[in-house]
């Protein structure tokens, strides 16, 4: 099946650093890839939606600053969390999708951080 | 806004017993809805698409069902096992994401 890899896996750093996470579609062609933030016992809650080639588009309330995003590749879309403090500790996850809209999303495994 | 309820928010069994676990959403104009599975500290594992067209589908002992028009969906899981203890998440795509419900976490009892 397809097949979605995200790395790290877990980050742990000092308060201020910049943290990027990969996530990368394996064996398919990813037109459009969906970052996600998870705080424990809750569900996901979609922080923006990125095509490749264009500027991500960010839910309402997610700091587009605070959180970079770039999809350069059809295989490979970044999510970076600019000047992270302790309240940016979450469970991010990123999924990918081709450009059919019943085709399902594939997730990657997750990528714990935790701020200092 | 779509919103997606997930009943119970928890389910502990006995191995061997049926599980039932539900999902409603409040919009019915969806493309399709999602069954994942995800283990602590994991991501997810998709486990059924049905398409709002159908009205379930099943693989193994894992079978959903789909009542697009009163906005429910029901996962169905034979014969549980402890390898079934996860949290079991709906998801339904309307427009261009999916919304996801608080999930139903489960606990099979050796």
Same mark, same amino acid.
């Given at each position: 099946?397809?097949?979605?890899?995200?790395?790290?896996?877990? %980050?742990?750093?000092?308060?201020?650093?910049?943290? +990027?996470?990969?996530?990368?579609?394996?064996? &398919?062609?990813?037109?459009?890839?969906?970052? !996600? @933030?998870?705080?424990?016992?809750?569900?996901?809650?979609?922080? *923006?939606?990125?095509?490749?080639?264009?500027? *991500?588009?960010?839910?309402?309330?997610?700091?587009?600053?605070?959180?970079?995003?770039?999809?350069?590749?059809?295989?490979?879309?970044?999510?970076?969390?600019?000047?992270?403090?302790?309240?940016?500790?979450?469970? !991010?996850?990123?999924?990918?999708?081709t450009v059919s809209s019943n085709q399902p999303q594939h997730f990657g495994d997750g990528t714990r951080l935790s701020i200092l | 806004k779509q919103e997606v309820t997930?009943i119970p928010a928890a389910l502990s069994v006995p191995e061997g017993e049926n599980l039932v676990l539900n999902c409603s959403f409040t919009d019915s104009a969806i493309?399709?809805?999602?069954?994942?599975?995800?283990?602590?500290?994991?991501?997810?594992?998709?486990?059924?698409?049905?398409?709002?067209?159908?009205?379930?589908?099943?693989?193994? @002992?894992?079978?959903?069902?789909?009542? +697009?028009?009163?906005?429910?969906?029901?996962? !169905?899981?034979?014969?549980?096992?402890?390898?079934?203890? *996860?949290?079991?998440?709906?998801? %339904?795509?309307?427009?261009? +994401?999916?919304? &996801?419900?608080?999930?139903?976490?489960?606990? %099979?009892?050796?």
């Amino acid at each position: 099946g397809a097949v979605v890899s995200q790395h790290p896996s877990w %980050v742990i750093c000092k308060s201020g650093t910049s943290v +990027k996470i990969e996530c990368r579609s394996l064996d &398919f062609q990813a037109t459009t890839m969906f970052w !996600y @933030r998870q705080f424990p016992k809750q569900s996901l809650m979609l922080m *923006a939606t990125s095509n490749e080639g264009s500027k *991500a588009t960010y839910e309402q309330g997610v700091e587009k600053d605070k959180f970079l995003i770039n999809h350069a590749s059809l295989t490979l879309s970044t999510l970076t969390v600019t000047s992270a403090h302790p309240e940016d500790s979450s469970f !991010y996850i990123c999924s990918a999708s081709t450009v059919s809209s019943n085709q399902p999303q594939h997730f990657g495994d997750g990528t714990r951080l935790s701020i200092l | 806004k779509q919103e997606v309820t997930q009943i119970p928010a928890a389910l502990s069994v006995p191995e061997g017993e049926n599980l039932v676990l539900n999902c409603s959403f409040t919009d019915s104009a969806i493309y399709n809805l999602q069954w994942f599975r995800q283990d602590p500290g994991k991501g997810l594992t998709s486990l059924l698409l049905i398409q709002s067209s159908q009205r379930e589908q099943t693989s193994g @002992r894992l079978n959903a069902s789909l009542d +697009k028009s009163s906005g429910r969906s029901t996962l !169905y899981i034979a014969a549980s096992q402890p390898g079934d203890s *996860a949290t079991y998440l709906c998801a %339904v795509k309307d427009d261009y +994401k999916l919304s &996801f419900g608080a999930g139903t976490t489960v606990t %099979v009892r050796a």
